[in-house]
């Protein structure tokens, strides 16, 4: 990953330092705007309490025997290097998880991606009707997913409407506990819920791809198709990689649906290392497996981050 | 960072000014291809409006009727009844406060700490700011799935706050989205108001109050929608943290509903639809509302950093 | 509620891990021991349904009557997935009450190792007063650890199977007799009503892989057909044999003939009409009073006659947690709400069954008057339960993967899967 620039900074104004020895000495050791670091402190003492330190204990908890104990019980935790990697790794369902996980990436991500493209360039050009399709785009994203969940699982239960609408076509065992269709549902599902988002991501890009190219493109004979191929997709690359980048993480942190839609089943067809995750650590008393897949997971994120960063981000 | 690079790519500068749909160039559009166009969209609204149709449908019906002709209203077949079998399960009014808590306090914090450090960002100098941003991009990057456990033990322990609206609100407290657009809108103004004030001997918050603010009104409204919908929606983190029914916010209590007490309902489908139905009200109100201030452009400044 | 919105900058974290781990540590040190004898107030929960809320303040108000400095605070326990994912949290957070009058036998064990429980052999009277009141039936609860009891076996709910006598005379079964004693009895019922349309299915268990499922389908059949076997025995998983694999082979025929479905049912299945029969416990006797039902005992390969049959417990028992500070005060609220007395009223609100061998002659004007609990008065002194080991839901999980992939979704061979899953449970009986 390259190291992070600092934005363009407003040219300090050589004003102010002119009083005394002592405001100089100050400003050079804290800046110019101190307070500025004072105004920041509560952020900083927040990811410190809410992020630093957690992900610190985290990987502490993987490499030790940890356990959830009574505050002045008397135990202990021994370091046990790698022992609940290997204990979590030699278990069937996890490696399982992994893979619906990727099941569900390989559905999502390119579909997210080409649906809120095309949607964001369709909706850039129309003029009526803009606010209503603007909103109805974006009310699955802002709407909890609980809430919406509770629909689908009607919607696609074994005598729901979509079963009720496809007659002898319907699917058997029906959708939900279908144990080849359960995960792809769930990738629909997310990807119709997210959706708004990232179309909103793509209409802000939209604006930025600089009106004469569609113009020259036209006079040089493009239809249509072409300029979208030669001018949009190219010039909204960065906004591309972000909606990769973050339908990505979104689908490594992937708990909620698969826990109320299906379970995680049929019989671990839908199971995520997230919902694994809660139910190892929470449910069956093992935080210290449960660290160990998080740990596994999250390297994995930032590893598929960095290959899209690099093979998608390019050449800037 | 990739972040970054985005910024850099496509500066925000100018783009509402350009957000008007491109007229001129329709000329080159012929008209098969806008009623493609006005097709895929179509298709498109309907299948994002149809499940939220459904739901209050279902939140109706007295016996659930799940065939075709259930999705039009049976005026023999209507009725308030499952908001009433809903609410004697789970209190939808302490339900709704309790995400009303959690949801103010984090708005609150979002929008006193967070415009602190955004302004911080874009317009003091000190030492240190180029690492706050970063940590700021990073915040936007790395997943919760490893901080849950750890975070549960630092919350419930060694925080004490189990059960306690401070304890679901702390992680959430400062939404960094917020904070990247704000630090976005306060580089957007004009440098040289906050110098001549300063000449004035303004101090820095009165600046921030009376100068800065007023001027970025527009971002506070996004950065409260955008923050708003995290905490209003969030399962996970309420869902391990409250284990009191009464402290439980209602996208907690409306999912332990819908898996454990929903089947043993008359009408399953018609109770889980209208629980589904307070949970998304609010916030779908909230969005219509202020959807004027939700421009595009404004989220996309801010996400690109 | 989705877009990443966590980091961290590990520069910054170092300092704050050390504090985290820091602080944690300074959680664990010098266990603090209030003695055994402390008298005061003190907090209790109970379960969550009616009718035990009802008993629960009956036996509070009579308590606090006769002991007002001594008063006892009562809540239902807070809502969740599961009541023991609730305790275990306030395990971890020093919050726990006093007693919870519902913890599950199968998680003692894990709140046990987490240093939750009070060991209550400890008491002077402790393991006289467990064993007066339980007899040979106590001792299954005992740890496995250190042979002490950490629970007070409290009430059962010996588990049996019913049947809709409506959908059974539609199906053409003779519903006073309907022969549902052994697996080829059964089966032929089951397949009548689904042929006959009678019901979808003949019978629901919940087929989800959550670990305590296992209690609705195999345990029940298993404990009957083994004459008492529970699921581990002297740290060996008991049920990679011959029984084992006629239950599995059992479910198996039922969902691969279509008589049970893999798909979970949204609502009753048995007061839906949905299925013809289910595995339930004496509460089902006041839920289903809209169902015509008959009751017999769970079928075994060669039908087991019903007073000689034993069956799942489905136990909730009393743990007392260590973070009380009255543990004397906590004891005898324990002795007492478990008296001759509050188990008579204890029965008489709930139709659960107090464990007490005598149950049937100690209570006897009770069963004349409620015949329909009779049956399950007498299985109540054959109840067996999931032996409570530090690692007995993980095990439990192990086994319900096993069962839900090979039996439930017709995988692998049924003798093999249950092979597969004996073999992971005697490693993890011999881990800590």
């Known amino acids: 990953m390259t190291a992070v620039t600092t934005p363009a900074a407003p040219t300090p104004v050589e004003q102010i330092d002119r009083r005394n020895p002592n405001d100089r000495l100050r400003h050079r050791i804290l800046g110019r705007n101190p307070l500025g670091l004072l105004f920041s402190a509560p952020y900083l003492v927040f990811v410190v309490a809410v992020f630093a330190s957690p992900v610190i204990y985290a990987v502490w908890i993987a490499f030790h025997d940890f356990f959830f104990a009574a505050p002045g019980a008397d135990v202990s935790y021994p370091f046990v290097g790698f022992a609940n990697f290997v204990y979590a790794f030699s278990n069937a369902q996890v490696i399982q998880s992994f893979g619906n996980v990727g099941v569900f990436l390989l559905i999502n991500v390119p579909l997210t991606v080409v649906l809120s493209l095309l949607l964001a360039a369709a909706l850039n050009r129309v003029i009526h009707l803009r606010v209503f399709l603007r909103i109805s785009f974006y009310v699955p994203y802002i709407t909890a997913s609980v809430a919406l969940v509770g629909v689908w699982l009607f919607l696609f239960g074994g005598d729901g409407l979509v079963n009720n609408l496809l007659g002898p076509l319907a699917p058997n065992p029906s959708w939900l506990v279908n144990q080849s269709l359960a995960m792809p549902v769930i990738a629909v599902y997310v990807t119709w819920k997210q959706l708004g988002f990232y179309i909103l991501l793509y209409l802000a890009a939209l604006q930025n791809v600089p009106r004469e190219l569609y113009e020259q493109a036209s006079t040089d004979g493009a239809g249509a198709v072409r300029q979208f191929w030669s001018v949009t997709v190219p010039g909204v690359r960065p906004a591309t990689l972000l909606v990769l980048l973050v339908s990505t993480v979104t689908g490594a942190n992937l708990f909620t649906e698969p826990y109320l839609l299906t379970g995680g089943g049929p019989n671990g067809a839908s199971n995520t290392p997230v919902y694994l995750m809660y139910q190892l650590g929470v449910e069956q008393g093992l935080p210290d497996v449960a660290s160990a897949i998080g740990i596994v997971l999250v390297i994995g994120v930032l590893i598929i981050a960095w290959l899209q960063n690099r093979f998608a981000g390019g050449r800037d | 960072m990739t972040i970054q690079q985005a910024q850099e790519a496509a500066p925000a500068e100018g783009a509402r000014t350009t957000s008007r749909p491109a007229g001129r160039r329709s000329k080159g559009w012929t008209r098969t291809q806008s009623v493609l ?182 971002a506070l409204v996004t950065g409260v929608l955008l923050t708003f919908i995290g905490p209003w929606n969030e399962f996970l983190w309420p869902f391990l943290i409250t284990k009191q029914a009464d402290r439980q916010p209602l996208a907690v209590s409306l999912a332990n509903y819908i898996t454990s007490v929903a089947s043993s309902t008359a009408n399953p489908f018609g109770a889980v639809t209208a629980g589904a139905l307070v949970l998304a009200v609010p916030v779908v109100v909230l969005f219509i509302v202020f959807q004027r201030y939700f421009v595009s452009s404004d989220l996309g400044s801010g996400v690109k950093g | 509620m989705h877009h990443p919105r966590r980091a961290r900058s590990i520069g910054a974290a170092v300092v704050a891990a050390a504090l985290a781990v820091g602080l944690s540590a300074c959680g664990q040190g010098g266990a603090a021991n209030p003695s055994l004898t402390s008298k005061g107030p003190i907090t209790i929960w109970y379960s969550n349904n009616e009718q035990e809320v009802a008993w629960g303040k009956q036996m509070v108000a009579a308590w606090n009557r006769d002991h007002p400095d001594e008063k006892v605070t009562a809540q239902e326990i807070p809502a969740g997935r599961t009541s023991e994912s609730v305790i275990s949290a306030a395990i971890t957070a020093g919050n726990a009450p006093c007693l919870v009058l519902n913890t599950a036998p199968f998680a003692a064990g894990q709140f046990e190792k987490q240093g939750g429980l009070v060991d209550l052999s400890k008491f002077p009277d402790g393991n006289s007063y467990i064993e007066g009141r339980s007899g040979d039936l106590a001792k299954q609860y005992r740890s496995s650890v250190d042979g002490d009891y950490y629970q007070l076996p409290w009430k059962s709910n010996p588990v049996v199977i019913f049947y809709n006598k409506k959908v059974f005379a539609k199906a053409g079964i003779d519903t006073k007799d309907p022969g549902l004693g052994t697996y080829a009895g059964f089966l032929a019922a089951a397949r009548k009503v689904v042929k006959t349309g009678a019901a979808k299915v003949a019978i629901q268990p919940a087929p989800t892989s959550e670990f305590f499922q296992m209690d609705t389908d195999f345990y029940p059949l298993y404990v009957a057909a083994s004459g008492g076997t529970p699921l581990v025995q002297d740290g060996k998983a008991t049920f990679n044999d011959k029984t084992g ?52 005992t769970v079928p075994t390969p060669n039908g087991t006659p019903a007073d000689e049959i034993h069956t799942f417990s489905d136990a909730k028992n009393i743990g007392m947690y260590t973070a009380c500070q009255h543990k004397g005060t906590a004891w005898d609220v324990l002795k007492f709400a478990t008296s001759e007395d509050q188990d008579a009223k204890f029965l008489d609100t709930t139709g659960q069954m107090p464990i007490r061998p005598d149950l049937a002659s100690t209570y006897r004007d009770y069963f004349a008057k409620h015949p329909q609990y009779e049956l399950f008065g007498s299985l109540a002194t054959r109840t067996v339960e999931v032996p409570a080991g530090p690692n007995t839901v993980q095990e439990m999980q192990t086994f319900r993967n096993a069962w839900t992939s090979s039996v439930i979704f017709g995988g692998k061979d049924p003798a093999q899967a249950l092979d597969d899953a004996a073999a992971t449970i005697d490693t993890l009986e011999q881990q800590p």
């Not at chain 2, 004697?88 to 309790?98: F, P, T």
């Not at chain 2, 679901?168 to 040289?192: D, G, K």
């Not at chain 3, 039922?254 to 289910?278: C, T, V």
């Open chain 2, 37 to 218: 166009r006005g097709v895929v969209l179509g298709i498109g609204a309907v299948a994002f409006l149809f499940p939220f149709y459904y739901m209050v449908i279902g939140s109706l019906q007295k016996k659930p009727n799940q065939t075709l002709s259930g999705l039009i209203p049976d005026p023999s077949n209507l009725t308030l009844d499952n908001f009433g079998a809903v609410n004697s399960r789970i209190s939808l009014l302490s339900g709704l406060l309790n995400s009303g808590l959690f949801t103010g306090g984090v708005l609150l914090c979002t929008l006193v700490f967070g415009v602190l450090v955004g302004y911080a960002l874009a317009v003091l100098e000190w030492r240190g700011r180029g690492v706050t941003f970063a940590i700021v991009l990073l915040v936007q990057v790395i997943p919760f799935q490893l901080l849950q456990i750890p975070l549960y033990v630092l919350v419930a322990r060694n925080y004490g706050l189990a059960d306690n609206v401070l304890g679901m609100i702390l992680p959430f407290a400062i939404n960094s989205t917020a904070v990247i657009l704000f630090r976005q809108y306060f580089l957007q103004v004009p440098r040289e108001l906050f110098e001549a004030a300063r000449i004035d001997g303004a101090r820095e918050l009165r600046l921030l109050w009376s100068v800065a603010i007023p001027l970025v009104r527009p």
């Open chain 3, 245 to 296: 694999d006629e239950v599995a082979n059992f479910w198996r025929t039922l969902y691969r003939e279509g008589l049970s479905s893999p798909e979970q049912y949204q609502g009753d299945a048995f007061a839906d009409g949905y299925a013809a029969m289910a595995i339930v416990g004496p509460w089902a006797v006041s839920y289903y009073k809209d169902v015509d039902w008959g009751a017999v």
